[in-house]
Nanobody, 123 residues
């Protein structure tokens, strides 16, 4: 499976962006990670194939929404009320295992990764 992320850009604090990630085939779990300069890549959100299980990192709860369209093999990340600390390269990822609250943000649980898209939030 190949993943193609898009939708990044420059936005002011409080603004919104929607990221998209198109997969070349069917996926089970799809997630978003981000990596800021000098920091480890961290999990942002993930969603199950049915969409009935989603997990978010604490810092984005209430601001970001992950969703998917299985007919298009695409996952979205709607980001509202963006803050400068959200600035990072955002990566989408796909996993075929079983994810729970305890392991959804573990990078090794994901088999496929997209190329990343830059999100910059100016203060």
């Amino acid at each position: 499976v190949q993943l193609q992320a898009s939708g990044g850009g420059l936005v002011q604090t409080g603004g919104s962006l929607t990221l998209s990630c198109a997969a070349s085939g069917r996926t089970i779990w799809m997630g978003w990670f981000r990596q800021a300069p000098g920091k480890e890549r961290e999990g942002v959100a993930t969603i199950s194939v049915s969409g009935n299980r989603v997990y978010y990192t604490e810092s984005v709860k209430g601001r970001f929404t992950i969703s998917r369209d299985n007919a298009k093999n695409t996952v979205y990340l709607q980001m509202n009320n963006l803050k400068p600390e959200d600035t990072a390269v955002y990566y989408c990822a796909a996993g075929s295992g079983i994810l729970w609250r305890t392991n959804w943000s573990t990078k090794t649980e994901y088999d496929h990764w997209g190329q990343g898209t830059q999100v910059t939030v100016s203060s």
